[in-house]
């Protein structure tokens, strides 16, 4: 398939985001240690670590190896020198990956953490994790965001409906008050930042916040235009943990030619309906084969059919298939075709066991950030995760220190 070619993961630029730049990584997963769903986000000096996980689907092992890179609050590399940041070896090898086994789709998988006692970060702030081949680090395979935290500062943050009464109906608003504590801020203006997440969809993160007002030692950040988001829908999800029979939102599973092929259910554009309330995970997505107790070497591929039913082809742009499994990026490999004999579009990926979330995306020619509104509408209702993240310019560092973070629902706050 053109949609695996290697040119399309090439020249191996690195952006400093989360990114793949080989058709047979598959099924890239980055979290904290212990639990898939949660934010790759660790505290400066704990336990806590980073887990990266992956699949390879040659027939032979490689030869990889990481490193970690610190970034700068907007995600371009600090002035910091690897010795100002990483205690430890500056690059490692990756172990040795495990076969998978009773897999129709053989692939090796890869994991590995940090810190480790080979590399530990000593700097809080953006960090990008990044696995090339053969000591080579031009030759980059994946990269992955995750964040070192040091918890100098309180935030209040909460979550309501917009007060701009023309989109009150459909967007939600991030009210943020900052409290410095004991920590020198010279110029709150200039030297804080604050960014903001919606369900840790990095395509959309919102910069730019000045406070409102400066109180003692507290900014508060009342009503920022930036952080006004539209509230979306709940994510569409389907649940493929085990294979002998049809579960959540599948109408039915085939042998196919190489794989199990999963039909997901008609599911049509919901632009114009009103608020459903369903469970989902917000856009994020758990690998699980109920048979060999989540071991991921066991969770076999699946060919997932997803159908968007419509009477006419959308003009001006192109429908993908986004969510946390493929970093709400709208990738070529997920392009939706529409098929004019059953009315629908159509898209046939393949994708690992488990449990997803995941939306119909509209993507208008010459743009480059999906609308996830067209297709699926936008409620206030909506429930969302957002991440608020406070950084203070260190002057003496010469670097951005992330120095808050804080978790807010916008139903259970």
Same mark, same amino acid.
């Given at each position: 398939?053109?949609?695996?070619?290697?040119?399309?993961?090439?020249?191996?630029?690195?952006?400093?985001?989360?990114?793949?730049?080989?058709?047979?990584?598959?099924?890239?997963?980055?979290?904290?240690?212990?639990?898939?769903?949660?934010?790759?986000?660790?505290?400066?000096?704990?336990?806590?670590?980073?887990?990266?996980?992956?699949?390879?689907?040659?027939?032979?092992?490689?030869?990889?190896?990481?490193?970690?890179?610190?970034?700068?609050?907007?995600?371009?590399?600090?002035?910091?020198?690897?010795?100002?940041?990483?205690?430890?070896?500056?690059?490692?090898?990756?172990?040795?990956?495990?076969?998978?086994?009773?897999?129709?789709?053989?692939?090796?998988?890869?994991?590995?953490?940090?810190?480790?006692?080979?590399?530990?970060?000593?700097?809080?702030?953006?960090?990008?994790?990044?696995?090339?081949?053969?000591?080579?680090?031009?030759?980059?395979?994946?990269?992955?965001?995750?964040?070192?935290?040091?918890?100098?500062?309180?935030?209040?943050?909460?979550?309501?409906?917009?007060?701009?009464?023309?989109?009150?109906?459909?967007?939600?608003?991030?009210?943020?008050?900052?409290?410095? @504590? *004991?920590?020198?801020?010279? #110029? +709150?203006? %200039?030297?804080?930042? !604050?960014? /903001?997440?919606?369900? =840790?969809?990095?395509?959309?993160?919102?910069?730019?916040?000045?406070?409102?007002?400066?109180?003692?030692?507290?900014?508060?950040?009342?009503?920022?235009?930036?952080?006004?988001?539209?509230?979306?829908?709940?994510?569409?999800?389907?649940?493929?943990?085990?294979?002998?029979?049809?579960?959540?939102?599948?109408?039915?599973?085939?042998?196919?030619?190489?794989?199990?092929?999963?039909?997901?259910?008609?599911?049509?554009?919901?632009?114009?309906?009103?608020?459903?309330?369903?469970?989902?995970?917000?856009?994020?997505?758990?690998?699980? @084969? *109920?048979?060999?107790?989540? #071991? +991921?070497? %066991?969770?076999?591929? !699946?060919? /997932?059919?997803?159908? =968007?039913?419509?009477?006419?082809?959308?003009?001006?742009?192109?429908?993908?298939?986004?969510?946390?499994?493929?970093?709400?990026?709208?990738?070529?490999?997920?392009?939706?075709?529409?098929?004019?004999?059953?009315?629908?579009?159509?898209?046939?990926?393949?994708?690992?066991?488990?449990?997803?979330?995941?939306?119909?995306?509209?993507?208008?020619?010459?743009?480059?950030?999906?609308?996830?509104?067209?297709?699926?509408?936008?409620?206030?209702?909506?429930?969302?995760?957002?991440?608020?993240?406070?950084?203070?310019?260190?002057?003496?560092?010469?670097?951005?220190?992330?120095?808050?973070?804080?978790?807010?629902?916008?139903?259970?706050?």
């Amino acid at each position: 398939m053109d949609a695996l070619s290697p040119e399309y993961y090439v020249p191996r630029t690195v952006h400093y985001r989360d990114e793949v730049f080989d058709p047979l990584i598959r099924t890239v997963q980055c979290f904290k240690v212990g639990f898939e769903l949660a934010a790759p986000v660790i505290e400066l000096g704990s336990t806590e670590a980073v887990e990266l996980r992956f699949d390879d689907l040659r027939t032979t092992t490689l030869d990889l190896s990481y490193t970690i890179e610190h970034c700068n609050a907007d995600w371009t590399p600090s002035d910091l020198a690897k010795g100002q940041y990483i205690d430890g070896a500056f690059t490692d090898l990756v172990r040795v990956p495990r076969m998978s086994f009773n897999t129709l789709q053989p692939f090796f998988h890869y994991d590995l953490q940090v810190p480790n006692p080979m590399m530990r970060p000593t700097r809080s702030g953006n960090y990008i994790l990044k696995v090339f081949q053969s000591g080579d680090e031009s030759a980059v395979m994946v990269t992955r965001r995750f964040l070192v935290v040091e918890k100098l500062i309180g935030i209040d943050a909460r979550v309501m409906a917009s007060r701009d009464v023309q989109v009150r109906d459909i967007a939600q608003q991030v009210d943020i008050t900052v409290r410095t @504590n *004991d920590l020198t801020v010279i #110029d +709150p203006f %200039g030297d804080i930042k !604050v960014a /903001v997440l919606q369900n =840790l969809n990095w395509n959309d993160v919102r910069t730019g916040l000045r406070p409102r007002f400066i109180r003692n030692n507290e900014l508060i950040y009342d009503h920022p235009p930036e952080a006004q988001f539209m509230g979306g829908n709940e994510f569409r999800n389907f649940e493929l943990k085990n294979l002998r029979f049809p579960s959540l939102r599948v109408a039915s599973i085939r042998t196919g030619q190489d794989l199990m092929e999963a039909v997901l259910a008609d599911e049509p554009s919901r632009h114009i309906r009103v608020y459903l309330e369903q469970p989902d995970v917000n856009g994020r997505y758990l690998v699980r @084969n *109920d048979d060999v107790d989540g #071991d +991921p070497t %066991g969770a076999d591929y !699946v060919n /997932v059919v997803f159908s =968007l039913p419509m009477d006419a082809p959308l003009p001006g742009g192109d429908v993908y298939v986004v969510g946390g499994f493929n970093d709400f990026t709208c990738r070529k490999e997920h392009r939706m075709q529409y098929v004019p004999d059953r009315k629908r579009y159509m898209l046939v990926a393949p994708l690992k066991q488990g449990f997803y979330d995941y939306q119909f995306a509209w993507l208008p020619q010459g743009a480059h950030l999906p609308d996830l509104t067209r297709l699926e509408g936008s409620h206030f209702q909506t429930e969302n995760d957002y991440l608020v993240l406070v950084y203070l310019r260190d002057h003496q560092q010469r670097c951005d220190r992330l120095v808050g973070a804080r978790f807010v629902n916008s139903r259970r706050g």
